[in-house]
Structures are given as C-alpha cells and as structure tokens.
T-cell receptor
Framework: SAVISQKPSRDICQRGTSLTIQCQVD?????MFWYRQQPGQSLTLIAT?????????ESGFVIDKFPISRPNLTFSTLTVSNMSPEDSSIYLC????????FGQGTRLTVV | GNSVTQMEGPVTLSEEAFLTINCTYT??????LFWYVQYPGEGLQLLLK?????DKGSNKGFEATYRKETTSFHLEKGSVQVSDSAVYFC?????????????FGSGTRLQVQP
C-alpha cells in the first residue's frame, strides 16, 4: 500500500489567481495521476506524471492551465492557473498500478 | 475506449436492507475491476477488487463478482448499516500501453436510514 499526503486540504481562491497543490508519497513510484472531481460528479483524469519526462494530459486538459511538476519519485505538484469558478472541484492525486491509492484530496473553491 | 456505467442514485435504504449497485463496463483489453467508496468529506478508499473473470472481491460484508460474459461487476451487501452511507464508484483499469490510470463510473450515492 501507499500513504499519500496532499496539501492544502482545502482553499478558497480569487478568480484569476493560481494554486499549487502538492502530493507526497511515502514510497517511490513511477507514475502519479492527477484527477478532478467536480461537484456531484465522478473523477476525471487530468494527467499522468512520470518522473523525468513531461506529463501526459488527457483530452480537454492543457499544460498551460494545469502545469505539473515531478521532480522526484515521491513528489508531484499540480498548479491550477488563472482560476475561474468553473475550476471549483476536488483535486486528487493517486498512485498505484494493480490498485490505486488516493490522497485525501484538495477541495478548491474559486470565488 | 474504456467506460463504466453505474446505476444512478441516490439509493435510499433502511438499515439491514439488501443492497445492489449495478455496474457494467466496456474495455479494450482485459480489465481489472474495482469498487471505491467515498465517505462524506473524505478521499477515495478501495473497497474491493477483482482481476480476472469469475473472481469475487469481498470486504466489510460487500461482495462483487467479475462477470466477463455480462461485462458486469455489481456490488452487493446483505445487510446495510447507517455507517455504509457514502458514494460508491465502480472503476476499471486496463494494462494498455503507457496508461495505468483508472476509468470511473459516475458514482452512486447510498443513504441508509435507521
């Protein structure tokens, strides 16, 4: 299993600003995944972050809006840039291949 | 592509009632199947999983059987408790090239009344 710590757990941000979410894992992993869960909705994959290479983004998500860093095998950040109220969601990081483990999520509200 | 279809909620049951939440899938390749649970205000937790046809995953009184012939993975529990109130997500992963992320269903909210 893996223990994942996400920070911040929640935040309220002004539109037009950016927020960087941190994800720390207690073991080295090759792939880390970032998901978004919009209010009352399921989880949608934003991107897959591999250490030492560019993140792979899913359709509808772009690097300018959601830049991701992956400096080592235990850490990743996701930035939500130039935020609007439509970005209000829970953002979750995840690791695991045969089964996925999730952080507690970051609840973001954009006002 | 890969997709997961879950029955819509919310599902409201009385304590000790029998629970079924339907889940069907389509997948390119041979998927592993999962049920995740999200309690109010918390992140996702793995409830159970099955990695091959006819496998039965079970945990905390919940069960689901991987049915390849019907492409289904229905979640069942014989007697629900108030503490089971949560949102339940069916999900799959397929070991295709370069992608190990999960595909989730829309989630089913369960509310158990005393």
């Amino acid at each position: 299993s893996a223990v994942i710590s996400q920070k911040p757990s929640r935040d309220i941000c002004q539109r037009g600003t950016s927020l960087t979410i941190q994800c720390q894992v207690d073991s080295q992993v090759t792939m880390m995944f970032w998901y978004r869960q919009q209010p009352g909705q399921s989880l949608t994959l934003i991107a897959t972050a591999n250490q030492g290479s560019e993140a792979t983004y899913e359709s509808g998500f772009v690097i300018d809006k959601f830049p991701i860093s992956r400096p080592n095998l235990t850490f990743s950040t996701l930035t939500v840039s130039n935020m609007s109220p439509e970005d209000s969601s829970i953002y979750l990081c995840s690791v695991g291949v045969t089964e996925a483990f999730f952080g507690q999520g970051t609840r973001l509200t954009v006002v | 592509g890969n997709s997961v279809t879950q029955m819509e909620g919310p599902v409201t049951l009385s304590e000790e009632a029998f629970l079924t939440i339907n889940c069907t899938y389509t997948a390119t390749g041979y998927p592993s199947l999962f049920w995740y649970v999200q309690y109010p205000g918390e992140g996702l937790q793995l409830l159970l999983k099955a990695t091959k046809a006819d496998d039965k995953g079970s945990n905390k009184g919940f069960e689901a059987t991987y049915r390849k012939e019907t492409t289904s993975f229905h979640l069942e529990k014989g007697s629900v408790q108030v503490s089971d109130s949560a949102v339940y997500f069916c999900a799959l992963s397929v070991r295709d090239t370069g992608r190990r992320a999960l595909t989730f269903g829309s989630g089913t909210r369960l509310q158990v009344q005393p």
